[in-house]
């Protein structure tokens, strides 16, 4: 690894790096994953993300054995009901997800010296402190159960941890022992999570009967390809990169959209019906 001082132009110029092309291994990195980025004024500090040990194998998004998954008609038709506008907000069920969305998980190798790097998206802290507070959250990542409970260490402060439902990773995607170790699309089937005992029982009024379902929860993820079985109860941003000064207020505007849709009847037809944006 080095470490050097470039303009911002010239940092912008450094795109790719070729990986032993004898081996037939060429892997372009786009510029927010091949450095560290640090800015100082008008200059860039750049730490080039180089290989070491091992060539990087290529990255390739696979579908699982088990092949993809899509909505049911039950699903699809509840979906197609008319959102009813409530008198007082109900209570939603907020599955998060990690990289991508609340943070930045760059993918160096586990023997570099300060791999991986994570940047946590900005307002992250504020959007988990208001949804926790609001809302009963659960976090759901495709990483390995080892690497989730490090991103949560870093961005999830003691009195924020202690009131998230539950946290669960790569083991809860019922993957085969092979598609577990490979780069394969996972599902995020909320069935499963409403199924889950910790999970039903967290609603306010589960002593009551009431339970999670299509009509109270909402997933945040920059993805859709993961909620192809539940697809109108997702809210989809913009994947984070890691620039520490991304404009937008993307999740300010993600909790100011979960409080206007919790006033409604239907989250899978509100949603369907007035998705998010980043101008909702």
């Not at 009195?159 to 170790?181: H, P």
């Given at each position: 690894?080095?470490?050097?001082?470039?303009?911002?132009?010239?940092?912008?110029?450094?795109?790719?790096?070729?990986?032993?092309?004898?081996?037939n291994?060429?892997?372009?990195?786009?510029?927010?994953?091949?450095?560290?980025?640090?800015?100082?004024?008008?200059?860039?500090?750049c730490?080039?993300?180089?290989?070491?040990?091992?060539?990087?194998?290529?990255?390739?998004?696979?579908?699982p054995?088990?092949?993809a998954?899509?909505?049911?008609?039950t699903?699809?038709?509840k979906?197609?009901?008319?959102p009813?506008?409530l008198?007082?907000?109900?209570?939603l069920l907020?599955?998060?997800?990690?990289?991508?969305?609340?943070?930045?998980?760059?993918h160096g190798?586990s023997?570099a010296p300060?791999?991986?790097l994570?940047?946590s998206r900005?307002?992250?802290?504020?959007?988990?402190?208001?949804?926790?507070?609001?809302?009963?959250?659960?976090?759901?990542?495709?990483?390995?159960p080892a690497?989730?409970?490090k991103m949560?260490h870093?961005i999830?402060?003691?009195?924020?941890?202690?009131?998230i439902?539950?946290i669960?990773?790569?083991d809860?995607?019922d993957?085969?022992?092979?598609?577990?170790?490979?780069?394969?699309?996972?599902?995020?089937?909320?069935?499963k999570?409403?199924?889950d005992?910790?999970?039903?029982?967290?609603?306010?009024e589960?002593?009551?009967?009431?339970?999670?379902?299509?009509?109270?929860?909402?997933?945040?993820?920059d993805?859709s390809?993961?909620?192809?079985?539940?697809?109108?109860?997702?809210?989809?941003?913009?994947?984070?990169?890691?620039?520490?000064?991304?404009?937008?207020r993307?999740?300010?505007?993600v909790?100011?959209?979960?409080?206007?849709a919790?006033?409604?009847?239907?989250?899978?037809s509100?949603?369907?019906q007035?998705?998010f944006?980043?101008?909702?």
């Amino acid at each position: 690894m080095f470490t050097s001082k470039f303009s911002t132009a010239q940092a912008l110029k450094q795109k790719d790096i070729s990986v032993k092309e004898n081996e037939n291994i060429h892997r372009k990195i786009c510029i927010a994953k091949q450095f560290k980025i640090l800015r100082n004024n008008d200059n860039i500090k750049c730490e080039a993300m180089l290989p070491r040990g091992p060539p990087l194998k290529k990255v390739t998004t696979l579908m699982p054995s088990s092949g993809a998954l899509s909505a049911t008609d039950t699903y699809l038709q509840k979906s197609m009901e008319k959102p009813i506008r409530l008198t007082k907000p109900q209570y939603l069920l907020v599955v998060l997800d990690l990289n991508g969305t609340l943070l930045y998980r760059s993918h160096g190798q586990s023997n570099a010296p300060n791999a991986p790097l994570i940047i946590s998206r900005p307002y992250s802290y504020e959007f988990l402190q208001q949804c926790t507070e609001e809302f009963r959250v659960v976090i759901w990542s495709s990483a390995r159960p080892a690497n989730v409970r490090k991103m949560c260490h870093l961005i999830l402060p003691p009195e924020i941890r202690k009131k998230i439902v539950t946290i669960w990773a790569r083991d809860k995607f019922d993957l085969s022992d092979e598609d577990y170790n490979l780069r394969v699309v996972c599902f995020k089937r909320l069935t499963k999570l409403w199924s889950d005992n910790t999970v039903s029982m967290s609603h306010p009024e589960y002593l009551r009967g009431a339970r999670w379902d299509q009509s109270n929860t909402i997933l945040v993820d920059d993805s859709s390809e993961k909620a192809r079985t539940e697809p109108f109860n997702l809210i989809q941003v913009p994947e984070f990169l890691g620039d520490p000064h991304e404009p937008g207020r993307i999740l300010a505007k993600v909790f100011e959209y979960l409080k206007q849709a919790s006033m409604y009847s239907n989250m899978s037809s509100y949603l369907r019906q007035k998705p998010f944006t980043l101008h909702t």
